[in-house]
């Protein structure tokens, strides 16, 4: 049932914590108070996606620890609208029933407002996979009542992304690049573009000639394909924010007959076969399950009373490979999901 924590303020101080950074304590978070017994905690979970296999891999991890802790959890699926994500986390603040959330958002900067109403009822916030808040490079907290940030940034992304791109066209002048986001309002999106932009531009051979949103759906991305092939029918390479809409870019060329680089995103099954198999230059590492099981137990152990966990953590830390699946490694990454 839901517990009665208390706002407290703290003096932030970072340590080194299994490779990620931590923070003793934060002034704009909620924490501390009174402990809950495990047996009485109730948490959310509010899923990206319940139809999408990066949100399916992320709620069942979340499920599992929690029913590992012996602590009920309950999923509520916002396939992939932020407007009725927000409004689950206000039915749920407004319910009473629960003493955290853990948020996987659809909308970071959108959502901030829930997490503060639910702050506002002593309710805290664990975000994972995408940062809530305006920054989308932000790795620690953003938003009163989020107490930790478990997942990525978008500006590594963009590097990583930028960095392969600018190693396929060194012996190519000019070199023509596309790029889909997958919603340009994005902060996440935003960042990721920035930097991808930023990187390749240090090479003066590379060209942007498109960018077009895909909306992170397969099909969506197809058809903007198949649009920046028409209009711009020398494009050497692709890149795509997610593998999904990866999927969609290959799927275009192919039956355009086009010879076109590829670079993914999120490092899915899927994608991670196409990297090892040299069809695809690489993908960028994300891992659904591990953020969502480590943000889960983080949640449970601040509701029970624990103060030295750990506030901001880089889950690319964790990853076997470094930040980028490539051919050259994809043997020794082991990807969290997909088909």
């Given at each position: 049932?839901?517990?009665?924590?208390?706002?407290?303020?703290?003096?932030?101080?970072?340590?080194?914590?299994?490779?990620?950074?931590?923070?003793?304590?934060?002034?704009?978070?909620?924490?501390?108070?009174?402990?809950?017994?495990?047996?009485?905690?109730?948490?959310?979970?509010?899923?990206?996606?319940?139809?999408?296999?990066?949100?399916?891999?992320?709620?069942?991890?979340?499920?599992?620890?929690?029913?590992?802790?012996?602590?009920d959890l309950k999923v509520f699926d916002a396939a992939g609208d932020a407007g009725k994500q927000f409004n689950q986390v206000q039915d749920a603040v407004a319910s009473g029933q629960f003493d955290?959330?853990?948020?996987?958002?659809?909308?970071?900067?959108?959502?901030?407002?829930?997490?503060?109403?639910?702050?506002?009822?002593?309710?805290?916030?664990?975000?994972?996979?995408?940062?809530?808040?305006?920054?989308?490079?932000?790795?620690?907290?953003?938003?009163?009542?989020?107490?930790?940030?478990?997942?990525?940034?978008?500006?590594?992304?963009?590097?990583?992304?930028?960095?392969?791109?600018?190693?396929?066209?060194?012996?190519?002048?000019?070199?023509?690049?596309?790029?889909?986001?997958?919603?340009?309002?994005?902060?996440?999106?935003?960042?990721?573009?920035?930097?991808?932009?930023?990187?390749?531009?240090?090479?003066?051979?590379?060209?942007?000639?498109?960018?077009?949103?895909?909306?992170?759906?397969?099909?969506?991305?197809?058809?903007?394909?198949?649009?920046?092939?028409?209009?711009?029918?020398?494009?050497?390479l692709i890149a795509a924010a997610d593998d999904g809409m990866a999927l969609g870019v290959e799927q275009a060329a192919n039956e355009a007959g086009k010879d076109v680089a590829i670079i993914g995103n999120a490092a899915s099954k899927e994608g991670v076969?196409?990297?090892?198999?040299?069809?695809?230059?690489?993908?960028?590492?994300?891992?659904?399950?591990?953020?969502?099981?480590?943000?889960?137990?983080?949640?449970?152990?601040?509701?029970?009373?624990?103060?030295?966990?750990?506030?901001?953590?880089?889950?690319?830390?964790?990853?076997?490979?470094?930040?980028?699946?490539?051919?050259?490694?994809?043997?020794?990454?082991?990807?969290?999901?997909?088909?």
């Amino acid at each position: 049932m839901k517990g009665a924590i208390m706002k407290s303020a703290a003096i932030v101080c970072f340590i080194a914590l299994t490779g990620a950074v931590a923070a003793c304590g934060s002034s704009d978070s909620s924490s501390g108070g009174s402990a809950v017994d495990k047996q009485d905690m109730s948490l959310a979970m509010f899923a990206y996606a319940y139809d999408d296999p990066w949100g399916v891999a992320q709620a069942e991890s979340a499920e599992e620890t929690a029913k590992e802790a012996g602590v009920d959890l309950k999923v509520f699926d916002a396939a992939g609208d932020a407007g009725k994500q927000f409004n689950q986390v206000q039915d749920a603040v407004a319910s009473g029933q629960f003493d955290g959330f853990v948020v996987s958002a659809v909308d970071g900067a959108g959502i901030s407002a829930a997490i503060e109403d639910a702050a506002a009822q002593d309710i805290q916030t664990v975000c994972i996979g995408a940062p809530c808040g305006p920054d989308g490079n932000g790795l620690k907290p953003q938003v009163d009542g989020e107490i930790a940030y478990v997942g990525v940034t978008g500006k590594v992304d963009g590097e990583v992304q930028g960095d392969l791109v600018k190693q396929f066209c060194k012996d190519k002048d000019p070199c023509q690049v596309a790029y889909i986001p997958g919603f340009a309002s994005s902060p996440v999106d935003g960042a990721r573009l920035d930097a991808f932009k930023s990187t390749v531009g240090e090479d003066k051979n590379i060209d942007v000639v498109a960018t077009a949103e895909g909306g992170y759906d397969q099909r969506q991305a197809f058809q903007v394909t198949q649009d920046m092939l028409q209009a711009n029918p020398d494009i050497d390479l692709i890149a795509a924010a997610d593998d999904g809409m990866a999927l969609g870019v290959e799927q275009a060329a192919n039956e355009a007959g086009k010879d076109v680089a590829i670079i993914g995103n999120a490092a899915s099954k899927e994608g991670v076969k196409r990297v090892a198999a040299g069809e695809w230059l690489g993908t960028s590492v994300w891992l659904p399950r591990s953020e969502a099981r480590e943000g889960t137990n983080i949640l449970i152990d601040s509701l029970s009373g624990k103060t030295d966990f750990p506030t901001a953590v880089d889950i690319r830390k964790k990853s076997t490979v470094g930040p980028v699946v490539t051919q050259e490694n994809a043997a020794d990454f082991q990807s969290e999901w997909g088909n």
